[in-house]
């Protein structure tokens, strides 16, 4: 039975088309909400949007390719929301990129800083400009796609680990300042099976998987149907959370 929890409401989602973010536009257009998806490169990002409206049913999904990282182009894609569905509701802050790994003490710094500027500066940016257009006058739920990464070292995926936990501190910030007419939440996921985490199980997802109590990877589906529970009203007393979607990988201490 599909619950139609969000119907009438306006999601923007970053970083949508593919992987975790297409999931979480899937799983708000099922629930009743109209989506607006975007993303850097304008055909994959049309294709995306094609096929989510295909099982839309009463909501609309439309597409706008833009760059995270620059602020007009954040400015253009809430008003484009706006105008396409009257309101903003919920935004997903979705888009990350991680160009470095290994070792931070001889890292790129211009890498490390391009980083941080996409998965926290624009972040913020976006909910700057959510803020501003709609939510600050309307209210609103945010959530933020940050990692298992952010909570404990790797060795491996450093910088992004980092950012990743700046984006959690962000978002604790955040939620202490926009209450109580927004609530502001992140999901930190374990390993996911996506083409941006595809090196992290290169070697076999069973191996991969193995110090995961659950023995699996996890979905993006997994992902989304937790990004629904925190922007729906079920969760209207959650608030500055991290909800670890990880399978049971930090709760055996590793990582």
Known sequence: M??????????????????IGKAIAAELLRRGANVAITARKPGP???????????AGQAGVVAFPSNTGDLESRHGVVAATLDRFGSLDILVNNTGINPVYGSLIDADLAAVSKIFDVNVVAALGFVQEAHAAWMGEHGGSILNIASVAGLRSTGVISAYGASKAALIRLTEELAWQLGPSIRVNAIAPGVVKTQFAEALYAAGEDKAAAGYPLKRLGTPEDIARAAAFLLSDDASWITGETLRVDGGLLATGGL
């Open 2 to 19: 599909t619950t139609l929890d969000l119907a009438g409401r306006t999601a923007l989602i970053t970083g949508a088309s593919r992987g």
């Open 45 to 55: 990002l049309e294709e995306t949007a094609h096929e989510l409206a295909e099982h």
